[in-house]
């Protein structure tokens, strides 16, 4: 009896593990389809996705989204951007903060940056950046960031009730960088935040 119940649940978990395995993969799938979209069009605001920044100035990865959501400005696809990414450990500068300079030396004006920093992982900055988008009665965005990043910061801000298009910043919709093994542990890591943020588990 007890071997038999043994095999039930280790057929029972082998099962789970299975499900879960194809559960991640088609999610990781649905990731990278994402990645290479670009779904721009009229909007009430662009929202950038923070990345590093180096005493002040934006790491390559943040000037790269910075210039795509600066040249969909200039296209008159939303009248606001919205920086966000707390401090990530640096005392004086925030990612949020320190693209709102560097859309500013761009020529936006600064009535038409708003700004989020204080969240220090992707589900708080959405959080926060929904939470402004709600004060402002501003219903749809623009989201950019790298390619991977898309899908699941598009289910955030959609459970927080926005519309919502991806537009990833177009260095990172290369066809051949989306075939290498990074490319594809991105797409899976990304997976695994999602399925832990549906879980009630943010990260």
Not at 14 to 28: M, P, R, W
Request: hydrophobic share 40%.
């Amino acid at each position: 009896m007890k071997r038999v119940l043994l095999r039930v649940v280790v057929g029972v978990a082998a099962a789970g593990v299975i499900a879960a395995g194809l559960g991640l993969t088609s999610v990781a799938r649905d990731i990278r389809r994402q990645s290479r979209v670009d779904e721009a069009q009229t909007a009430d605001v662009i929202v950038v996705l923070g990345a590093a920044e180096y005493r002040g100035h934006p790491s390559p990865v943040l000037e790269a989204r910075l210039n795509h959501a600066l040249f969909l400005y200039l296209r008159n696809l939303a009248p606001r951007i919205l920086t966000t990414g707390g401090a990530g450990g640096d005392p004086t500068f925030t990612e949020g903060g320190v693209a709102q300079a560097y859309l500013s030396r761009h020529g936006v004006p600064s009535e038409a940056i708003l700004v989020e920093s204080e969240g220090e992982s992707t589900v708080h900055s959405i959080a926060a950046a929904a939470e402004i988008m709600r004060r402002m009665n501003l219903r749809s965005c623009i989201v950019v960031s790298d390619g991977y990043h898309i899908y699941r910061v598009k289910k955030l801000l959609e459970n927080q009730g926005m519309k919502v298009y991806g537009s990833p910043r177009p260095e990172d919709r290369d066809p051949l960088e989306s075939q290498s093994w990074r490319s594809e542990w991105l797409y899976v890591r990304q997976a695994v935040a999602y399925g832990l943020w549906r879980m009630g588990i943010p990260i």
